[in-house]
Each structure stands twice: as structure tokens, then as C-alpha cells.
């Protein structure tokens, strides 16, 4: 089982990007997927996460309106939209899958996922 996670740059504030996350040796219709992020000194937290069909989803307090989660099935992909980047965004950022026995569940923690992704590193400059 795979997760790699790619998209992430160096960018200026209020700039935009994408992140996507290919996951392999799954049956990837079959798992709730999140993104997390950890900055230099702080803890690991949730910033979206997606129900195995992508028909619920949740966004940080911090990201809403902002950042959007979504997933293609049939690409075994899940992507992190990220708009109006702010500096405080900068952060390693995570995808990892959490299997789902509930179409509507979606992970609110990082305790208990599956599987891991290396993370992929966004830096966002003021």
C-alpha cells in the first residue's frame, strides 16, 4: 500500500495550489481519505477530510473557504484545492486513508488511519 502525496511549492501569498495524492495497493473506493499538515513546532492537524465517495466532506476552521478536498476514484486520487495561500499555511502536508465502512464516514483525527503518505512541503512567503 502507497500513498504519494505531490503538488507542493514554494509560493507567495494569496497564490494557489493543488495537491494530489495517488494511492496504490488499495481498493481505494473503500477509504475515507484526509490531509493533514505540521508546521516546524507544532502538532499534526486535520485540514480536510473525504468520505469514500467524496459525497461528504469536512474543512478545517482554519482552511474553510479556502481549501477544498475532493477525490477521483476512478485516478485513485485525492486532491487538496488551496486557495489564497497565507504564510501561516506553510507546512509539511500529509494524505493518508482511514478504511470506511460507512459511505458518509470521514476521519476527524489522525489517530487510528491506515496508511500514510510521505508528505509533500508547502511554503508560502508573505
Known amino acids: 500500500v502507497q500513498l504519494q502525496a505531490s503538488g507542493g511549492g514554494l509560493v507567495q501569498a494569496g497564490d494557489s495550489l493543488r495537491l494530489s495524492c495517488a494511492a496504490s495497493?488499495?481498493?481505494?473506493?473503500?477509504?475515507?481519505m484526509g490531509w493533514f499538515r505540521q508546521a516546524p513546532g507544532k502538532e499534526r492537524e486535520l485540514v480536510g477530510a473525504?468520505?469514500?465517495?467524496?459525497?461528504?466532506?469536512y474543512s478545517a476552521d482554519s482552511v474553510k473557504d479556502r481549501f477544498t478536498i475532493s477525490r477521483d476514484n476512478t485516478k485513485n486520487t485525492v486532491y487538496l484545492h488551496m486557495n489564497s495561500l497565507k504564510p501561516e499555511d506553510t507546512a509539511v502536508y500529509y494524505c493518508?486513508?482511514?478504511?470506511?465502512?460507512?459511505?458518509?464516514?470521514?476521519?476527524?483525527?489522525?489517530?487510528?488511519?491506515?496508511?500514510w503518505g510521505k508528505g509533500t512541503q508547502v511554503t508560502v512567503s508573505s
Open positions: 495497493g488499495l481498493t481505494f473506493s473503500n477509504y475515507a
Open positions: 493518508a486513508a482511514d478504511y470506511a465502512a460507512s459511505g458518509t464516514y470521514y476521519p476527524l483525527t489522525d489517530y487510528g488511519m491506515d496508511c
Open positions: 473525504i468520505s469514500r465517495s467524496g459525497g461528504s466532506t
